[in-house]
């Protein structure tokens, strides 16, 4: 039996629900949160895949930077680059990721500036869900630096003393620390009103602190008062729970110190900057 | 049947009944009160066009209503659930389709649809489906993989609608939905509205030009500088500032002035006088009395070299509430009104 089904010139969709026949909740539960985040981390790598240009700072950077900081200060102060190596790779690499999460904060003031997050702000999902999608999504980037510097330190003679175990395990720490640290320049990135700003605020932050630490120098050649900043520096800590696990494959009160400090930093700057996200017009 | 100021029926009791509730509704920007005041009731499966010129408050009334925005005083409820306390519930009643396209300019339509569709709930499979779907429906599936640079204002626009349908929301937010569309594409954008309206869904939606609000909503309110200054059908709105209009064209440029005051004086009305083409408009409550206006013409000696009479249009209702035109900081009125009759501008 055949029938002929005359096809609608236009689909109609189906009758709408009416808003009585829904289920409805007014509160978003902790599982929609982490399946929203995990959405939004999805959009932000979709996002990098699409312009790949936009890591040049945590491939050409790492680059760069480890090379140049290892001919150019390892004869004056560890005698020979082999020797600085071992201090320099993990410093280096804080300095990196750390660097790159400056990133976060500018491109999500780029983001928040389009049409789309008015979208985001309308559609029943968790709050943070763009904000920490879009942080989870650059971890990828900080992986990305990590490995590099991680490469560029192998071929140029650093071979850690820990073993493959604790290096990877200080490059989790590393990559933990920055997304944490990524909250305040994501807060600066909400509050900001332009995305240069964001990048210059940052900045001034981060110099002071990454170069102000024992990444490059040894502690006891600088002077009274610097040594004391130096060493209560969060940025220190992390340099040398990452150079106890990959030189010597140790985990001391260092990484813990640094662990501490990033959950005070995520619990503190998450919360201001949602709601600082949720005032933003 | 004169339209009131306002003249919506409040005798629905429960905010239910409605599918916008809005009352006393204020937002200050400043020492800018962009909103002062606006109370806004929709009947669910209506449609209902905000209409007001540039800068009138209408998107900063939108996103108070879709919880974007919060409101310095009033209250305002989407299907009875208010738009502060049980913000997230209204977030799930409600598809939101911005003045400027709010989806992602790096990513594809396909990938743009499906991230919503994540967004919303659906599950991997379901979301692929939807967003084939809603392209197909509205015409894009040709485009569907090409980065949305490359888009035209129209497609945009529509993957912007698309995308507030995800979720076949009951109440559709559509914020000047057809501004810088070329005739055609407004005409598939309205097409599209009727189509949502036939499924069941509510829409509010804003306009600056007359003739849309005319042919789409059912109800309109006429928003100015931050209040609601008249509201009614299209006819209602038409009705109070009366049946037709005399259109008269002085052949002396000299006699201009007189001509106003006979109208004054016979009419009992002010003529309104576009600068440049020297014409007159004045309201015609009583075609009766038209005779004797022409009479008293020749009597004073003002010769006419056109006369025709023109069915109100939106546009004179708007002149006439706020003394001010509406298209008044912008660019053209497309198109026509609903009588095909070509409508001056008045650089006011």
Redesign the interface.
């Known amino acids: 039996m055949s029938t002929i089904v005359q096809a609608p010139l236009?689909?109609?969709?189906?009758?709408?629900?009416?808003?009585?026949e829904?289920k409805?909740?007014?509160?978003?539960s902790f599982s929609?949160t982490l399946?929203?985040t995990f959405?939004?981390a999805?959009?932000g790598l979709?996002?990098i895949r699409?312009?790949p240009e936009q890591l040049v700072d945590v491939t050409v950077q790492p680059i760069i930077f480890t090379l140049m900081f290892a001919y150019l200060f390892g004869g004056a102060i560890a005698g020979n680059v082999q020797n600085y190596l071992p201090t320099l790779i993990p410093g280096i690499l804080v300095q990196t990721v750390i660097t790159t999460s400056v990133v976060t904060g500018v491109q999500l003031r780029e983001d928040m500036d389009?049409?789309?997050?008015?979208?985001?702000?309308?559609?029943?999902?968790a709050r943070i869900?763009p904000l920490s999608g879009a942080l989870l999504a650059d971890t990828v980037r900080y992986a990305i630096a990590t490995t590099i510097t991680f490469v560029v330190g192998y071929v140029i003679g650093y071979h850690p003393a820990g073993g493959i175990g604790p290096v990877v395990l200080a490059a989790l720490v590393v990559i933990a620390c920055s997304w944490a640290i990524s909250w305040i320049f994501a807060f600066f990135g909400v509050i900001a009103r332009t995305a240069s700003s964001v990048q210059g605020i940052s900045m001034l932050v981060l110099f002071p602190l990454t170069f102000l630490s024992n990444a490059y120098v040894p502690v006891k050649s600088l002077p009274q008062v610097l040594q004391w900043f130096v060493n209560i520096n969060p940025i220190s800590h992390l340099v040398t729970a990452v150079r106890d696990l990959a030189n010597n494959g140790t985990v001391g009160a260092d990484l813990w110190i640094s662990l501490l400090g990033a959950a005070i930093i995520v619990v503190v700057f998450a919360p201001l900057t949602v709601r600082a996200y949720m005032r933003k017009? | 049947m004169n339209a009131p100021r306002y003249s919506a029926d409040t005798r629905a009791g429960s905010g239910e009944d409605w599918a916008i509730e809005a009352h006393g509704l204020v937002k200050t920007f400043g020492s800018n009160r962009a909103v002062d005041g606006v109370d806004l009731l929709v009947k669910p499966g209506t449609v209902y066009g905000v209409l007001g010129p540039n800068g009138a408050g209408k998107t900063t009334t939108i996103n108070m209503l879709a919880t974007l925005l919060k409101a310095d005083a009033g209250t305002a409820a989407v299907f009875g659930h208010d738009v502060q306390k049980e913000a997230q519930i209204v977030r799930q009643l409600i598809g939101v389709t911005g003045q400027f396209a709010s989806v992602d300019e790096t990513l594809s339509a396909t990938e743009n649809l499906i991230i919503f569709s994540r967004l919303l709930g659906l599950g991997r499979a379901e979301s692929k489906v939807k967003a084939a779907e809603l392209l197909e429906r509205f015409g894009l599936t040709d485009a569907a993989k090409r980065p949305l640079k490359k888009f035209s204002g129209g497609m945009r626009r529509r993957l912007d609608l698309a995308a507030s349908l995800i979720a076949q929301p009951p109440l559709i937010f559509l914020d000047e939905p057809t501004t810088g569309l070329d005739p055609r594409t407004r005409g598939q954008m309205w097409d599209t509205i009727r189509e949502l309206v036939a499924s069941g869904s509510t829409i509010l939606l804003t306009t600056q030009y007359l003739d849309e609000a005319d042919q789409l909503a059912d109800r309109i309110a006429v928003i100015d500088r931050g209040r609601v200054v008249a509201e009614g059908t299209a006819d209602e709105l038409k009705a109070s500032v009366g049946t037709s209009s005399l259109q008269l064209r002085i052949e002396d440029a000299a006699d201009t002035q007189d001509a106003l005051t006979a109208i004054e004086r016979v009419l009992g009305v002010r003529g309104t006088l576009t600068p440049e083409a020297a014409r007159i408009t004045a309201p015609m409550a009583d075609p009766d009395r038209v005779t004797d206006l022409l009479v008293t013409f020749r009597e004073a000696g003002i010769h006419l070299t056109e006369m025709s009479v023109q069915k109100p249009s939106l546009d004179e209702v708007f002149l006439t509430i706020t003394g001010h035109d509406a298209a008044d900081q912008n660019e053209t009125t497309p198109g026509s009104d609903e009588n095909g009759v070509e409508k001056e501008k008045v650089n006011a």
């Open positions: 236009k689909q109609t969709p189906g009758r709408i629900t009416p808003p009585s829904r409805l909740k007014n509160h978003t929609q399946r929203n959405t939004m999805y959009r979709v996002k699409r312009t389009k049409g789309v997050f008015d979208r985001f702000r309308s559609l029943p999902i869900a017009a």
